[in-house]
């Protein structure tokens, strides 16, 4: 489900630096606190995290993973997600080179 979620905004003939813009405004739209530093994505903010919380949280965590990845591959650039990395209060990911 993420990952066609992410494919189905993704943005197509964006250079790297461009879409890593364009995926952290997305994000910024749909209420994460998302900024990003060089390769690095930072998560702040999570809309779900209040509502869903618990051992339900996981699920949503790998919802977001897939969106990283179905919008990296479907913007035909080549980049790729790393593992989201989990945090009690802040999310990360590296953006790199495929």
């Known amino acids: 489900a993420g990952c066609e979620w992410g494919a189905s905004v993704a943005e ?18 749909r209420g994460f ?5 060089g390769e690095t994505l ?6 779900f995290r209040g509502a ?17 990845d179905g919008y990296l591959k479907a ?6 997600a790393g593992e989201l990395e989990i945090g009690s209060e802040i999310c990360t990911v590296t953006v790199t080179a495929r």
């Open 12 to 29: 197509v003939g964006l250079s790297a630096c461009e879409l890593i813009d364009e995926l952290t405004r997305h994000l910024a739209e």
């Open 33 to 37: 606190g998302t900024e990003h530093d």
């Open 42 to 47: 930072t998560f702040r903010r999570c809309p």
């Open 52 to 68: 869903v919380g618990g051992n339900r949280m996981p699920l949503v965590c790998a919802i977001h993973q897939g969106f990283l």
């Open 75 to 80: 913007s035909g650039a080549e980049l790729k």
